[in-house]
């Protein structure tokens, strides 16, 4: 594009606008609009409304001014609706280009300052184009609307459209209200400028995205969750992005603490069926159906992980136009629907393992919500196996099935005695699991030949318990295991005789094992381990009679010492038909500490003199 030089000239204004500069070198040169100077000295115009390079070269060089300066006034355009203003990127949307508000009191300054013509001296800043910008930060004065129905031929015209209104700046300015910027204008303005760092989170938004996050998170907190957008003045705009930006500004923990205010104060229905979009309102409805530009990705994200994090919702959920892959969290109504248990006994369950609020009674089943992963154990218990139930599921009958339970080697998630639980709740995935242990490596058979045979019969004629054929086979100390053909369970498995009998043989210890010990005390490995090794209960080495292993002995006697020292909490709360947490208040209250603590060895022990 070849143009030349223009006599006059005008200077251009500080944050002057392209489209300013060249309106105001038209009415400086005596033609009355710049699409018809544009025409005679061969500059392309819409090049200068798009900011192409070539256009805004052209106009730089006619101006005899500098091209960077130039260029950053100039909005330029990247596709049908996307723009970018110096380094930032925008969306049509963010643009006011087809109204004209301006600063009074900058177009008085200009007047002041110049010699020219008020049409000529007077011209538009870019950052008034800009529909987030609504104050003047240099007079703190509201931008007032000085056109009204611009025809499309006068559109990006300053100085034409300004030409009517110059006369009258003082009474615009009286119009105007006297303002502060607000906290959203003032970090969009630093933005402009190359000055970042108040916000890393809202730094890393597009300017657009940045903005209107802010104004709709404002728009939401001032105006509640489904405000009319469309009635929203102006001022209640700016009202809500200085809100909003008083929240973004924070980050995403900032914008989650908003979010769960919004859940605290919802008014949840007893059906389950309010959905985020009825939590969060017009700010969830705008991030799912009205952000489409993927400069508002950071932001859904955040509203994503929220959801996910705090609602029930898990796979073959979609939130946010993206497939829940883990459940984060249940209420009580949808994991009874997934598992099909009873909420009620689920409801018990979860109350017993601590796993939801105290409060949960006052609460609907689906409001009630508990951390999915950690209340597996639970929820595997609500529909589990009562120990008449795990006799034909083991198939190992009644007697067989309490041995193997009162030995440890099934193990109910949940034990009859908790708050509301009346029997045990075994887990078919354990039991499972325990039959593939006991089934390991056996070999299959037609029959049970001489010397092999069940477990229980091969107890019965090696002298010893059917736990302790069982605890051979799992600690794979047999050379010979079986499976009978056409049989199942527990009662499919065959031992040799003879080499139960040897593995059993020896004298009787005198005194009790470890294991003795777990179930006198009713505890576990881990305490019974932790009290022999600090010295509260006095052991000695023997050997055992069944595994020839070196093993702790304690005397009963010594046991019978523990107990008259020392009394467990959990002893404690059954003989008190109280809670262990009721007890350790009670006894704080007392001021009885424990005299062994749960964290050095595995449980809680009084002194039974404090106590008593």
């Given amino acids: 594009m070849t143009v030349g030089k223009l006599h006059p000239r005008v200077p251009l204004g500080r944050d002057e606008s392209a489209t300013s500069f060249l309106s105001r070198l038209a009415r400086c040169n005596g033609v009355d609009s710049a699409r018809r100077l544009c025409l005679d000295v061969g500059l392309d115009f819409q090049g200068v409304v798009d900011g192409r390079g070539d256009a805004l070269s052209a106009l730089a060089w006619m101006a005899d001014a500098?091209?960077?300066?130039?260029?950053?006034?100039?909005?330029?355009?990247?596709?049908?609706a996307i723009f970018r203003l110096r380094d930032e990127r925008l969306l049509k949307p963010a643009l006011r280009r087809d109204k004209l508000h301006v600063c009074p009191?900058?177009?008085?300054?200009?007047?002041?300052?110049?010699?020219?013509?008020?049409?000529?001296?007077?011209?538009?800043?870019?950052?008034?184009?800009?529909?987030?910008?609504?104050?003047?930060?240099?007079?703190?004065?509201?931008?007032?609307?000085?056109?009204?129905?611009?025809?499309?031929?006068?559109?990006?015209?300053?100085?034409l459209l300004m030409a009517p209104a110059v006369a009258d700046l003082d009474g615009l300015a009286e119009h105007a209200a006297r303002r502060a910027p607000s906290s959203l204008e003032t970090y969009l303005l630093d933005r402009l400028a190359g000055v970042v760092g108040r916000s890393p989170w809202l730094d890393g938004l597009e300017f657009y995205a940045a903005a209107k996050t802010c104004e709709m998170?404002?728009?939401?907190?001032?105006?509640?969750?489904?405000?009319?957008?469309?009635?929203?003045?102006?001022?209640?705009?700016?009202?809500?992005g200085a809100i909003g930006f008083g929240i973004a500004a924070g980050g995403e923990t900032s914008i989650r603490e908003f979010l769960a205010d919004l859940q605290a104060t919802f008014s949840y229905g007893r059906g389950g069926n309010d959905g985020p979009q009825a939590t969060f309102g017009r700010l969830f409805q705008w991030i799912a159906f009205g952000a489409e530009?993927?400069?508002?990705?950071?932001?859904?994200?955040?509203?994503?992980?929220?959801?996910?994090?705090?609602?029930?919702?898990?796979?073959?959920?979609?939130?946010?136009?993206?497939?829940?892959?883990?459940?984060?969290?249940?209420?009580?109504?949808?994991?009874?629907?997934?598992?099909?248990?009873?909420?009620?006994?689920?409801?018990?369950?979860?109350?017993?393992?601590a796993l939801i609020a105290d409060d949960h009674q006052s609460r609907p089943d689906n409001l009630v919500l508990f951390d999915a992963e950690a209340a597996r154990d639970a929820m595997e218990a609500a529909v589990g196996l009562s120990l008449k139930e795990v006799e034909s599921y083991l198939?190992?009958?009644?007697?067989?099935?309490?041995l193997l339970a009162e030995h440890g080697f099934i193990r109910p998630l949940v034990a009859a005695g908790a708050p509301g639980i009346g029997e045990n709740a075994f887990s078919r995935a354990e039991l499972d699991a325990f039959l593939d242990r006991l089934l390991d490596g056996a070999e299959p058979m037609v029959e049970a030949v001489e010397p092999m045979a069940d477990i229980p019969w091969a107890a019965k004629r090696a002298c010893c318990s059917a736990a302790e054929?069982?605890?051979?086979?799992?600690?794979?100390?047999?050379?010979?295991?079986?499976?009978?053909?056409?049989?199942?369970?527990?009662?499919?498995?065959?031992?040799?005789?003879?080499?139960?009998?040897?593995?059993?043989?020896?004298?009787?210890?005198?005194?009790?094992?470890?294991?003795?010990?777990?179930?006198?005390?009713?505890?576990?490995?881990?305490?019974?381990?932790?009290?022999?090794?600090?010295?509260?209960?006095?052991?000695?080495?023997?050997?055992?009679p069944v595994n020839r292993c070196?093993?702790?002995?304690?005397?009963?006697?010594?046991?019978?010492?523990?107990?008259?020292e020392y009394v467990s909490l959990t002893e404690m709360s059954e003989a008190l038909g109280r809670h262990r947490r009721g007890v350790i208040a009670m006894m704080e209250e007392r001021g009885v500490r424990p005299a062994l603590d749960r964290e050095a060895f595995g449980a809680t022990f009084y002194r039974r003199a404090e106590v008593e």
């Fill in 66 to 80: 500098a091209q960077e300066n130039v260029v950053a006034g100039a909005i330029v355009r990247e596709g049908d």
């Fill in 105 to 159: 009191a900058c177009l008085s300054d200009d007047i002041a300052a110049s010699g020219r013509a008020p049409e000529v001296a007077a011209y538009g800043r870019v950052h008034w184009l800009l529909g987030a910008i609504r104050t003047c930060p240099v007079h703190e004065m509201a931008l007032v609307d000085a056109v009204a129905g611009a025809t499309p031929s006068k559109l990006h015209d300053f100085a």
């Fill in 217 to 240: 998170v404002g728009a939401v907190a001032v105006h509640g969750r489904t405000p009319n957008l469309k009635l929203l003045t102006d001022d209640e705009w700016r009202e809500a």
């Fill in 293 to 353: 530009d993927t400069s508002f990705d950071p932001v859904r994200d955040v509203v994503r992980r929220h959801v996910c994090e705090t609602t029930p919702v898990g796979p073959g959920d979609v939130v946010l136009g993206q497939p829940v892959e883990r459940r984060r969290i249940h209420s009580i109504r949808s994991a009874s629907l997934e598992i099909g248990a009873h909420p009620k006994r689920l409801r018990k369950l979860l109350a017993a393992k």
């Fill in 395 to 402: 198939n190992a009958g009644r007697v067989q099935a309490r």
């Fill in 469 to 544: 054929v069982v605890r051979l086979i799992l600690d794979r100390r047999l050379t010979r295991v079986g499976r009978l053909e056409g049989a199942g369970g527990y009662m499919s498995v065959l031992v040799d005789v003879e080499e139960i009998r040897r593995h059993v043989c020896g004298p009787a210890l005198e005194g009790l094992t470890g294991r003795d010990l777990m179930r006198e005390l009713r505890t576990n490995n881990r305490v019974v381990s932790a009290l022999i090794a600090a010295g509260k209960l006095r052991a000695t080495r023997a050997v055992n």
């Fill in 550 to 564: 070196p093993v702790d002995v304690v005397t009963c006697e010594e046991l019978d010492r523990f107990r008259r």
